[in-house]
């Protein structure tokens, strides 16, 4: 990870959380740094992108109960000093689970919303 020029991470929602593998990843990275707070990315651009069945945004039922977001962030950014770009692809559940067929133009916009942003910050990694 000190070698890397950019970093690309994209990670599922899992249960309102990260992954038990990207914490274990993270548990890992950290103990094997020189002390827990070594900034292993200072200054290295960082995109995370979200994918997530349902949706979170405001107003939505769930609003605040992504708790992956923050938490990633928070070890990105401000523990290993990453200049991090979060991308949020949301309702990636919508085609594949028949109770939300309902959403299906909302989904598209936000496809194309979250391909816009990843079209945008690949720019920025290259
Ligand atoms: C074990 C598991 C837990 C999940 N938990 C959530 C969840 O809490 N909220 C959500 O919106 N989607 C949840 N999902 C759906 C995934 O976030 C979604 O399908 C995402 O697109 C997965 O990324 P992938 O298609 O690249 O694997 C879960 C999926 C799995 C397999």
Do not use: C
């Amino acid at each position: 990870m000190r070698s890397a020029d950019a970093v690309l991470l994209a990670v599922p929602l899992y249960n309102f959380g990260v992954p038990q593998h990207v914490k274990a990843w993270i548990d890992v990275v950290i103990a094997g740094a020189k002390s827990a707070d070594e900034t292993l990315l200072a200054g290295k651009p960082v995109v995370l992108v979200v994918a997530r069945g349902g949706a979170y945004g405001p107003g939505t039922p769930r609003e605040g109960w992504d708790h992956s977001i923050d938490y990633q962030s928070r070890i990105l950014a401000d523990v290993w000093g990453g200049e991090l770009t979060v991308i949020e692809r949301e309702f990636t559940l919508v085609g594949v689970n028949p109770a939300l067929d309902q959403f299906k133009d909302i989904a598209a916009t936000f496809k194309d919303a979250a391909h816009a942003a990843a079209a945008e910050a690949g720019k920025a990694l290259g």
